[in-house]
């Protein structure tokens, strides 16, 4: 990636989500959400791996709104999160979903995060994928776009290989570059993106992303990516 391309998506990429919390929080006291039984455990391709997809937001904490139609982020990102649990465990994964329903662990944003990541922990999660929807001050910026932790060779590599299957899956007006990003969802020692799955501040990429048709077609993108992020891996 060449620099100034790097300092121009910093100024691009982008603010749905108020993730971005470094310092630790208390452990709140909610029930852990548990993984399913992969349906292909034992012959997929993705057998013995455990997954935690992670719905960004949910309760009181909506994300951003979609311009137009008004939609929380927090709605999309959960009918997306459940798109690609289902996706992971026609390939044999383990998903540890931690949320399947509007729900928050804590109105304190740091708690809730802790709590998320506590249930990748208690999982023994391999790998943490985080769902959100995009947005901008300005209504023309489109296009998918999947961060990691800056210094985490692992999680980058899965970045890009997620971009590059969103891109080939999605065919999006706006082809975006994986990229560093300091989110407190990516602070496992594991491989973890954040996806933002395109802006809903742009009204054409909304109107997509209402779709349950174009979200399985998001969730089959990130799908693509982390298959190939195991094969490069093996
Ligand atoms: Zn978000």
Same mark, same amino acid.
């Given at each position: 990636? @060449? @620099?100034k391309l790097i300092g121009r998506l910093s100024v691009l990429g982008i603010f749905c989500c108020c993730a971005a919390l470094l310092a630790a929080a208390p452990r709140?006291?909610?029930? +852990?959400?548990h993984a399913r039984p992969a349906q292909n455990a034992e012959t997929g391709p993705l057998a013995g791996r455990v997954i935690l997809v992670d719905a960004g937001h949910g309760g009181t904490d909506g994300g951003a709104r979609a311009k137009d139609s008004g939609v929380w982020e927090k709605? &999309?990102? &959960?009918q997306t999160a459940l798109a690609l649990e289902n996706l992971l465990e026609a390939e044999g994964a383990a998903v540890i979903m931690t949320r399947e329903t509007d729900m928050q662990y804590s109105e304190n944003k740091? =708690?809730?995060? =802790? +709590?998320?990541?506590d249930l990748a922990r208690e999982g023994g999660a391999d790998m943490v994928v985080s769902i959100h929807m995009n947005e901008y001050r300005t209504r023309r910026e489109s296009g998918p776009q999947v961060f990691y932790r800056a210094g985490q060779e692992d999680s980058r590599l899965l970045a890009g290989c997620i971009q590059a299957a969103m891109i080939s899956e999605l065919k999006p007006a706006k082809e975006r570059t994986a990229m560093a990003g300091d989110y407190f969802i990516l602070s496992l020692n594991i491989p973890s993106v954040l996806v933002e799955c395109g802006f809903i501040s742009n009204s054409a990429e909304e109107a997509l992303l209402r779709t349950p048709e174009y979200r399985e077609k998001v969730a089959q993108g990130i799908l693509d990516g982390? &298959?190939?992020y195991y094969t490069l891996k093996e």
């Open positions: 990636m @060449k @620099k709140p006291a909610q029930p +852990a959400v709605e &999309l990102n &959960l740091r =708690t809730d995060l =802790t +709590a998320r990541l982390i &298959l190939e």
